[in-house]
C-alpha cells in the first residue's frame, strides 16, 4: 500500500535537573597514641561531597555523640573514659570544623557534577592527656548545605 500524504509535527523533549548533594563516609585514623605526652598527635581525612554542577554547598560537621559542650571527644570501647580531640579546616588547626554556627562551616563550595569535590578534615587529639589503653571512636555526623 502505498501513502500519498504526508502530515508534520513536532516532538518535544524536556528534563528538568534539581540541585541535590550526597557525601561519602570516612574514618579519621590516628593509629596508636600516647595521648599523656606533650605531643599531639594528628590525622587527615577526604570527604567526597558529590552535587550537581554548579550548585553552592556548604559542609558542616556536628560536635559528635561523645562531645561535652563544643569539645568533642573520643569513648573508650571497654571503658567509660573519653579522650578530646578536634576537627579544624585547615591543617596549621586554626579554622574550626563545626556546624552550630555558620562561620564553622566550610563555605563557598561548588558542586563538579558527576566529580565529587574531596573535602579535607584535620584532626589532632589533645596533647598532655590522662586516658587507660582502649580503642577509642566517635562519631561525628555531616551535613551539607545546599
Known amino acids: 500500500m502505498a ?34 605526652t606533650g605531643t599531639t598527635a594528628a590525622s587527615r581525612v577526604n570527604l567526597n561531597v558529590t552535587c550537581t554542577q554548579g550548585t553552592p554547598f556548604s ?31 585547615d591543617s596549621a588547626g586554626t579554622q574550626r570544623f ?14 563538579l557534577g558527576a566529580t565529587a569535590n574531596s573535602i579535607a578534615v584535620y584532626g589532632s587529639i589533645v596533647a598532655g592527656q590522662s586516658a587507660p589503653a582502649d580503642v577509642y571512636s566517635d562519631t561525628v555526623p555531616i551535613t551539607v548545605y545546599y
Open 3 to 36: 501513502f500519498g500524504q504526508t502530515a508534520s509535527g513536532v516532538l518535544t523533549v524536556e528534563v528538568t535537573v534539581v540541585s541535590t548533594c550526597s557525601v561519602g563516609s570516612g574514618t579519621l585514623a590516628f593509629g596508636t597514641v600516647d595521648p599523656a
Open 59 to 89: 559542609v558542616g560537621l556536628s560536635d559528635g555523640a561523645n562531645a561535652t559542650g563544643t569539645q568533642r571527644r573520643m569513648k573508650g570501647a571497654s571503658q567509660s573514659q573519653y579522650l578530646a580531640y578536634n576537627l579544624f579546616q
Open 98 to 111: 563545626g556546624n552550630s554556627v555558620t562561620a564553622q562551616r566550610l563555605v563557598g563550595q561548588t558542586g
